[in-house]
């Protein structure tokens, strides 16, 4: 696959997934996607639902662990914030008051648009679904189209849509739909940097200004990453987890001696030397 300014090596992607499927699965680090539930949510529930579909919507730039168990606490302090039907009587005019409440319990960066995103939610389970996401899943027949019914919802874009709809995946709460495999996965700038380091996006640099990059470029790469899996018969949604596990378990802490595909990495240097000895 060519572009303007960089072509995509898919020997290189079928390789690292391999790769990291192999090591990650010895490693017993294999799980899936989920998000811990309250105690007293019934699975399957509309409640359940809810909760995974607010959940998700702020799940970004925030430490995941950390963002979860102040999103358990909201739930167990205040259970009307998962309620559409209440935030939609109660702050269709005070977004600023919403925003304050999301601020004081899940410590979002923005909170006026998280409050909106929140609202835009509610509204759109209300309105179109009987405040029911089960509804929105009834109303897809494929993972795509589902995508396009999430990502109409403002605040669920690429990475927070496709993580939603991986939970759902992974957990088998996609009903009757055909789900044989995942055909994409969230793209965020951390797996577009973890993707150049390899060597499996050539023709930019790191420090590319984003006006060189097309904006199509998660999506190109998540077509990468899921053919190269279907090749190697790995499924897409463990490669999505392997990179995640990649990205934050190794590159972040600069494990560099740890990494199965350090071979591979542009940034692999002497530092290894100088890890392996800490």
């Given at each position: 696959?060519?572009?303007?300014?960089?072509?995509?090596?898919?020997?290189?992607?079928?390789?690292?997934?391999?790769?990291?499927?192999?090591?990650?699965?010895?490693?017993?680090?294999?799980?899936?996607?989920?998000?811990?539930?309250?105690?007293?949510?019934?699975?399957?529930?509309?409640?359940?639902?809810?909760?995974?579909?607010?959940?998700?919507?702020?799940?970004?730039?925030?430490?995941?662990?950390?963002?979860?168990?102040?999103?358990r606490l909201a739930?167990?302090?205040?259970?009307?914030?998962?309620?559409?039907?209440?935030?939609?009587?109660?702050?269709?005019?005070?977004?600023?008051?919403?925003?304050?409440?999301?601020?004081?319990?899940?410590?979002?960066?923005?909170?006026?648009?998280?409050?909106?995103?929140?609202?835009?939610?509610?509204?759109?389970?209300?309105?179109?679904?009987?405040?029911?996401?089960?509804?929105?899943?009834?109303?897809?027949?494929?993972?795509?189209?589902?995508?396009?019914l999430v990502t109409?919802?403002?605040?669920?874009g690429q990475k927070?849509?496709?993580?939603?709809?991986?939970?759902?995946?992974?957990?088998?709460?996609?009903?009757?739909?055909?789900?044989?495999?995942?055909?994409?996965?969230?793209?965020?700038?951390?797996?577009?940097?973890?993707?150049?380091?390899?060597?499996?996006?050539?023709?930019?640099?790191?420090?590319?200004?984003?006006?060189?990059?097309?904006?199509?470029?998660?999506?190109?790469?998540?077509?990468?990453?899921?053919?190269?899996?279907?090749?190697?018969?790995?499924?897409?949604?463990?490669?999505?987890?392997?990179?995640?596990?990649?990205?934050?378990?190794?590159?972040?802490?600069?494990?560099?001696?740890?990494?199965?595909?350090?071979?591979?990495?542009?940034?692999?240097?002497?530092?290894?030397?100088?890890?392996?000895?800490?």
């Amino acid at each position: 696959m060519v572009n303007l300014f960089y072509e995509y090596d898919i020997d290189r992607a079928r390789e690292t997934a391999r790769a990291l499927h192999s090591y990650f699965r010895d490693a017993q680090t294999v799980r899936k996607a989920t998000i811990e539930l309250p105690e007293d949510i019934e699975y399957e529930s509309r409640d359940h639902y809810l909760y995974v579909f607010y959940g998700c919507l702020l799940d970004y730039g925030v430490r995941s662990y950390h963002y979860h168990q102040r999103l358990r606490l909201a739930y167990s302090e205040f259970r009307e914030l998962f309620n559409p039907d209440y935030i939609l009587e109660n702050f269709e005019n005070d977004i600023e008051g919403l925003s304050r409440i999301l601020s004081r319990y899940l410590r979002v960066r923005f909170p006026t648009e998280a409050a909106k995103r929140w609202f835009s939610l509610s509204e759109v389970l209300c309105r179109k679904y009987d405040c029911d996401p089960r509804n929105l899943i009834k109303e897809a027949t494929t993972l795509y189209e589902l995508r396009n019914l999430v990502t109409e919802i403002r605040g669920f874009g690429q990475k927070t849509g496709g993580l939603l709809i991986r939970i759902l995946y992974e957990n088998g709460l996609l009903g009757n739909m055909n789900n044989d495999c995942m055909p994409f996965i969230p793209i965020d700038r951390h797996d577009v940097k973890v993707s150049m380091r390899l060597g499996i996006i050539r023709g930019l640099e790191e420090d590319s200004s984003s006006d060189r990059v097309s904006n199509r470029l998660p999506a190109e790469l998540s077509k990468i990453w899921v053919e190269a899996s279907v090749l190697e018969s790995i499924d897409p949604a463990e490669t999505d987890r392997n990179l995640w596990l990649l990205g934050s378990g190794l590159c972040a802490s600069n494990k560099c001696y740890l990494c199965p595909v350090k071979g591979l990495c542009s940034q692999n240097s002497s530092r290894d030397d100088t890890n392996e000895a800490d």
